[in-house]
Structures are given as C-alpha cells and as structure tokens.
C-alpha cells in the first residue's frame, strides 16, 4: 500500500520526455516539480490523493497534502484544483460537506481553486480525493530535496509519527481512551492542524542557509531522510535520543509491539526535515520557535555516504527500508 519502490518508480517514469522548460522532472524523492515561465520565474507543481483520513477533516487535507509540498520547495501555495470521485449513490451531502472544508482550508492559506471535477463511479468503494497545487517563486529562491551539503546540520519540526498518533486518535476512540489518559485524548484531538507542512516551510524559506526540505509523509523519517540523502549524494548520522518522540507515540508503539525501525518509519505528515548550513542552523530553529513551531537539531550530513544512527552508545546502520505501521494501527 502507499508509494511505488524506488526502482519501480524509476520504470514507470522512463517514458517521460525531457524538455528545456521543465527544470524539475518528475523524480523518486521529489514530491514537487517546477517549470519555468519567462526569465526568472518558476511553478512549483505537486498532486497528491487522500483517502482513509477521518471524515471531518478530509477537504482539509486534501488541501494540505498538495499544498505542502509545494511549500517545501520554497513557493507559497496560490492555485488549485480538486477532483472528488465516490461510490454510486453517494449523497450530495457528502460532496458539499468536502468542498466546504477544502474552501475553508483553501481560503486560509490564501488559495484559489481554479478548476476540479466531481463524480461517483461504479468499482469504488470509497470516497478519493486529489489535490493538484501550483505555486510561483523566483528561480534563485527555489529550495530541492538534492541540495544537502556535507556538514550541514538536520532539523526536524514537530514529533515523529505525528499523524499516525493524532488519526489512530480520532478514528478508534475507544481503544485511545484505553491506552492514553483524557488529558492526552483531547490534546491530541487539537494537533490535526499540525499535519501540515506549510507555515514552517514557507518560514524556513525565507531563512538562508536552508538548502534542502521534505516532508515526514509515507514511511515517516526513514524514507523523507533516505530521499534527501540519496538526492543530495550524502550520507548522515542521527541520534536516536534527540529525536522528538512523544511519550504518547511510545505508549502506542508499546501496545503495537512496535519496534525502533517501525517508530523511526511511522506516517508523520507534518513534520519537515530541513538540511540547514552550519551558520544559520541557530536563526532558522529560533525563527521557528518565536513561531511556536517545535525544532531541533537532530543530526548532520556527512560527505561519507555512511547512514547512521546512534542508540545509546550504540551506533549502527540507519534502516534503507521505511516499514511503515501505519495501515497497521489505523487498520485495526
């Protein structure tokens, strides 16, 4: 379930053509591309489905999946368009009811939606959402998954398994208030907003000294710190201890018999990993907090292509592979 493999990937794309206009191809790793529009100026474009997310909430996602990424290539999100496809006989309701959410997301980060298409349709058995973004920056100021520098430092916003922690909240209530305290319940209900990537992104854009961002989606740190590292020709090491962690996540790992890979793989849409160049990493992280956007350092790119994690006084391979729970624990 989820993202095609690497290699995969890289077949089905071959039959892409190449043009002098398109700057950024699509590419493994990169969840934005970007086109040029006269001299200086670039659209940053990203799409991206949504399904299986807690019914209140879903045009705000929708929103927010395309809408990030964009904005971790360095583009505020300006335009939009929505498809919304559903099983036969779904209610208008339901319709009205997404669309509303998704202006109201829309409207706030100053959106506009341009165009979509809505349908229902025979061998769905679910309603499916996609959302295509495009954004407009200079070309000088356009902020790629490849651009980590040896010794430039890793910062991560907000904690590790983030949205699967704040889904599996909303969506088995039961089981969460047999696990976490009420106090933990409600504040976990109040962090859905915090599944987007765009306020500290577009903030660490304007940071210099940010050289490469991407977003703790499908597969959580492992695969969004592997793609900037295979994108950028580095290698890392991490510290296991600095990681933000919440005491809550370890209760739910506990529960699932989950293992130190699996927390490290866990869906995290919303917490950004930025390579920030030795001299502004303390401005961008002070930046970030005057905001009250959670940051800390949690590692440094290396020019040895080494990828490592320390436990304790253990240090050891960082984990190729993203084993992802999500399905897992919102499944059951």
Not at 181 to 189: G, H, I, N, Q, R
Not at 275 to 292: Q, T
């Amino acid at each position: 379930m989820g993202k095609l493999q690497t290699e995969a990937l890289k077949d089905v794309l071959k039959c892409i053509k190449k043009t002098s206009q398109v700057i950024v191809p699509p590419m493994p790793g990169f969840d934005s591309g970007a086109h040029k529009i006269g001299d200086d100026l670039v659209v940053v474009v990203s799409t991206d489905p949504c399904i299986g997310v807690p019914k209140e909430w879903f045009g705000w996602f929708l929103i927010h999946y395309a809408a990030s990424d964009v904005a971790l290539f360095g583009a505020p999100p300006q335009y939009g368009t929505i498809n919304l496809l559903a099983p036969l006989k779904t209610k208008k309701a339901v319709f009205e009811r997404v669309m509303k959410q998704a202006c109201d997301a829309a409207d706030e980060l100053r959106m506009t939606i341009i165009t979509g298409h809505t349908g229902t349709y025979n061998g769905l058995s679910t309603l499916v959402g996609t959302c295509t973004a495009y954004g407009m920056i200079r070309r000088d100021e356009l902020i790629t998954p490849d651009g980590a520098k040896p010794g430039d430092y890793l910062i991560c916003t907000k904690s590790l398994g983030l949205e699967t922690l704040v889904n599996f909240t909303l969506t088995h209530k039961k089981l969460a208030s047999e696990l976490l305290s009420s106090k933990e319940v409600l504040k976990l209900k109040r962090k859905v907003k915090m599944q987007t990537c765009v306020p500290e992104a577009l903030l660490l854009a304007k940071t210099r000294g940010v050289t490469a961002m991407h977003d703790a989606t499908e597969g959580g740190f492992v695969a969004a710190l592997n793609e900037i590292a295979d994108a950028s020709n580095v290698g890392f090491s991490i510290d296991f201890a600095k990681l933000p962690i919440l005491p809550e996540t370890k209760k739910l790992a506990e529960h699932f018999k989950l293992t130190r890979e699996q927390i490290l793989a866990m869906s995290s849409t919303g917490t950004l990993l930025a390579a920030v160049s030795p001299n502004y990493r303390e401005k961008a992280i002070e930046a970030l907090l005057k905001h009250r956007l959670e940051a800390k350092t949690v590692g440094i790119f290396s020019r040895s292509k080494k990828r490592l994690i320390r436990y304790d006084d253990e240090e050891v391979d960082f984990p190729m592979e993203a084993e992802d729970p999500y399905a897992k624990i919102i499944g059951e």
